[in-house]
């Protein structure tokens, strides 16, 4: 499956509208009946934020993996 998400809106203290971009692809598999895992690809980005900012060019990539049990 896959997953594409943008938020854009202004911050207090910052002038100008800010955006988040954030896009996830991943899968799953059931081991058994009640045991499913999953991997997915994250990358998220901070866009439009000030040079003064810490958020400036801010990102995360990377791999997520769970596993889920159900009772």
Same mark, same amino acid.
């Given at each position: 499956g896959g997953r594409? !998400?943008?938020?854009?809106?202004?911050l207090a203290g910052? *002038? !100008?509208d800010v955006t988040v971009r954030r896009t996830q @692809?991943?899968?799953?598999?059931?081991?058994? *009946? !009640?045991? @499913?895992?999953?991997?997915?690809?994250?990358q998220q980005r901070y866009l439009d934020f000030p040079t003064t900012d810490i958020r400036n060019g801010g990102q995360f990539k990377g791999?997520?993996?769970e596993g889920v049990v159900a009772f």
């Amino acid at each position: 499956g896959g997953r594409y !998400n943008v938020v854009k809106g202004e911050l207090a203290g910052i *002038p !100008n509208d800010v955006t988040v971009r954030r896009t996830q @692809l991943g899968g799953g598999w059931f081991v058994t *009946p !009640n045991v @499913l895992s999953k991997i997915e690809f994250v990358q998220q980005r901070y866009l439009d934020f000030p040079t003064t900012d810490i958020r400036n060019g801010g990102q995360f990539k990377g791999f997520m993996i769970e596993g889920v049990v159900a009772f």
